[in-house]
């Protein structure tokens, strides 16, 4: 099978991940729970990990740093726990349903008022919009990184500095770009920095978190066990206890600890640098083929994803062909990107897209040209 479908998860993980992973199973315990050497080598397993993400992602102090099972987890406990009745947030037509269901919720439960910033039919934002919607209420802006419908990538450094030039929160949904995209939170002007661990980072699926910035305090989206300061009738308000509630994927977090190590080996930039080789190669070639449509601002950096329809055909039919015809893997349909499919115009037909890793090499660029092509052709 040729898989092109990483911008849902990368199958192809490194070696190091998987041996990480089932070593931790052979002997790792649950973190906090005791003195035994099971116990303390998952402390040891999670405080490494923690160690590894702040500095991966420029989080000053490792403390700030909380797992949680997904980006979608984070997303939840951040907006969850910035947002009251009454805020005003600020948000764009390129968020996943894991940052627009949320708001959507807390409009109906909590009065909190959100703004979203329009794209046009590229998928690209004005971003002197996001200075013209703050009001007097507004309390913080989120956005993603990177579509994970059409690749665009947003220049986070400039909404980060508008946000705080008016003393707003500034929330980061990195689930694109954590592991391909150097992202330093402290020169970014980025509050909250939502990530998971089963897409560009290369860990293991049920692993993701939240690195918080000092100064910046979020309520607890959880309660429960923490193996620490168990008399307190409410949850501990230090960090990462705060927002850990619950036995950590211990062994889960020691895959994403070897996989952090794959990424600082390898070097985000050559990561980067080889999936844009082949996303680039693809787009140029697909472009010819007469009948395909391609969805996109391809002008600038970007994520690896190359989202296309063939004449009229409904995406799942011919993402379905690439499956039984090539063994070509690849994702149809909405993307739990509404708002951008409004914008595209691609609300009933979805769209195929095409997303690639470090693992994948030029040969799976042109087989997949060659299907695009032959049915584009039929």
């Not at 010819?288 to 970007?302: E, L, M, P």
């Not at 708002?339 to 037909?349: C, K, N, S, V, Y």
């Amino acid at each position: 099978m040729i898989y092109l479908d990483n911008a849902a998860t990368t199958i192809h993980k490194p070696e190091s991940v998987i041996e990480a992973v089932t070593d931790a199973m052979r002997h790792v315990g649950n973190s906090a729970r005791g003195t035994h050497a099971g116990s303390l080598d998952a402390a040891r397993v999670i405080f490494e990990t923690r160690m590894k993400a702040a500095q991966l992602f420029g989080c000053p102090d490792p403390t700030r740093v909380a797992f949680t099972s997904n980006v979608t987890e984070s997303l939840n406990l951040a907006i969850n726990g910035l947002l009251d009745a009454g805020d005003h947030v600020i948000t764009t037509m390129l968020e996943h349903n894991s940052v627009l269901r949320p708001l959507y919720r807390l409009e109906e439960e909590r009065g909190v008022e959100m703004s979203i910033v329009p794209a046009d039919q590229n998928g690209c934002v004005i971003y002197d919009d996001f200075e013209k919607m703050i009001r007097p209420n507004t309390r913080a802006i989120v956005t993603t990184h990177i579509s994970n419908l059409t690749g665009n990538m947003l220049n986070v450094a400039r909404i980060g500095k508008i946000a705080h030039e008016h003393g707003l929160i500034y929330i980061v949904d990195a689930a694109q770009s954590a592991g391909n995209i150097p992202i330093d939170m402290a020169a970014m002007d980025i509050d909250v920095l939502c990530f998971t661990g089963h897409k560009g980072l290369y860990g293991p699926q049920g692993t993701g978190g939240v690195c918080v910035m000092p100064g910046v305090e979020i309520r607890p989206f959880k309660v429960g066990g923490t193996g620490v300061q168990t008399y307190l009738k409410t949850q501990p308000k230090d960090m990462p206890v705060r927002l850990e509630a619950g036995t950590m994927n211990a062994h889960g977090l020691a895959g994403l600890s070897a996989a952090i190590d794959f990424i600082n080996e390898t070097g985000e930039d050559q990561i980067h640098q080889h999936e844009m080789t082949l996303m680039k190669a693809f787009y140029q070639e697909v472009s010819k083929i007469d009948g395909v449509k391609i969805y996109g601002d391809f002008s600038g950096d970007r994520g690896a994803i190359v989202s296309i329809n063939i004449r009229d055909y409904d995406s799942s039919e011919v993402s379905d062909y690439l499956m039984q015809e090539y063994e070509i893997a690849t994702r149809p349909g909405a993307h739990c990107a509404p708002l951008m499919h409004e914008a595209l115009g691609t609300t009933d037909q979805g769209a195929v897209r095409f997303s690639f890793s470090y693992f994948n090499q030029m040969d799976d660029v042109k087989t997949a040209v060659k299907a695009v092509r032959e049915l584009s052709e039929q």
